[in-house]
């Protein structure tokens, strides 16, 4: 079945560039997302993109995506503090029931 | 608006014990979730619900069983509760269709333990 991994810890200082980056198995992905998930709390969307599209920018956020080989990736710039985090990577087909969540990368930013 | 709604926050259980979860939400959406969080798994979805009236087995349903109340209304029922059970889980809604763009709205989320 499908799959989404993504490294599990990343840490940063601030004021620094965050990469966090997403690996995924199924090809035919029809959009993928970035979700974020503060302490205590449920998930929220960050941005998405849709399959097509290489690159998609909003503000502090840059999404990559590779298609060739599934590998998805999320840029912060100027990481702060309120940036830290659990940032979840997935995606769903044509078909938006099948929704498959990466296991979540923890994001630090030390001051 | 309220968004999503869960109740309850935390909730110890024996094992062998029975409870549901509660979920509502007030967009409108027809599309309603529960999924399951356990560390350095991700989310695993449970059931889901496309639409009023309809449910199907996500990735992990064993144990557990859902009724899609009425529109608003999504619950997630325990019947014998086992320490493999103890998460964190999350109840989320979308406008659902069937094609395309899926943005999930997600619930403050129920903390679980089964001793």
């Known amino acids: 079945g499908e799959d989404v991994e993504q490294s599990l810890f990343l840490s940063v200082r601030e004021g620094d560039s965050s990469v966090i980056n997403c690996t995924y198995t199924d090809s035919s992905s029809t959009y993928l997302y970035w979700y974020k998930q503060e302490p205590g709390a449920g998930l929220q969307l960050l941005t998405y993109i849709f399959s097509n599209m290489d690159m998609k920018q909003d503000q502090r956020l840059t999404v990559l995506l590779n298609k060739k080989d599934k590998h998805l990736s999320l840029r912060i710039a100027d990481t702060q503090t309120g940036d830290s985090a659990i940032y979840f990577c997935?995606?769903?087909?044509?078909?938006?029931?099948?929704?498959?969540f990466g296991p979540g990368t923890r994001l630090s930013v030390l001051p | 608006n309220a968004g999503v709604t869960q109740t309850p926050k935390f909730q110890v259980l024996k094992t062998g014990q029975s409870m549901t979860l509660q979920c509502a939400q007030d967009m409108n959406h027809n599309s309603m979730y529960w999924y399951r969080q356990d560390p350095g798994m991700g989310l695993r979805l449970i059931y889901y619900s496309a639409s009023e009236g309809t449910t199907d087995k996500g990735e992990v349903p064993n144990g557990y069983n859902v009724s899609r109340l009425n529109k608003r209304e999504f619950s997630l029922r325990l019947e014998s509760a086992a320490p493999s059970q103890t998460s964190v889980y999350f109840c989320?809604?979308?406008?659902?269709?069937?094609?395309?763009?899926?943005?999930?709205?997600f619930g403050p989320g129920t903390r679980l333990t089964v001793l």
């Open positions: 997935a995606e769903s087909g044509d078909y938006g029931q099948n929704f498959v």
């Open positions: 989320a809604s979308s406008e659902g269709g069937w094609r395309g763009y899926n943005e999930q709205f």
